[in-house]
Nanobody
């Protein structure tokens, strides 16, 4: 059974930083694309960042590029998201996600597996 468990969410003032972590079990992230997705209140789920083929390509949403950094640790089977210079519009529930390698490289919002999420709140 695939299980992704996020941690590290919380409340922070604008300009601050948070580091999210995701621990995986029942799945080897070494043969999955990995990513982070967020959903703000009243908005659709949005792909934030992704690593395809264990670093062959890395993608960031335009809204977070230069502020967020995604990383993957094969030995620990974890995914991290370092978030700097946080803005109130970054507020939302953040989910880690994974997609088995295949012919396509979908947006992380469409990855097959997703965790339960962790809340991030950024106040102005």
């Amino acid at each position: 059974q695939v299980r992704l468990v996020e941690s590290g969410g919380g409340s922070v003032q604008a300009g601050g930083s948070l580091r999210l972590s995701c621990a995986a079990s029942g799945v080897d992230l070494g043969n999955h694309h990995v990513g982070w997705v967020r959903q703000a209140p009243g908005k659709e789920r949005e792909g934030v960042a992704a690593i395809y083929h264990v670093g062959l390509s890395t993608h960031y949403a335009a809204s977070v590029k230069g502020r967020f950094t995604i990383s993957q640790d094969g030995a620990k089977n974890t995914i991290d998201l370092q978030m700097n210079s946080l803005k109130p519009e970054d507020t939302g529930i953040y989910y880690c996600a994974a997609e088995p390698f295949g012919d396509r490289w979908p947006d992380p919002s469409r990855f097959a597996y997703r965790g339960q999420g962790t809340q991030v709140t950024v106040s102005s």
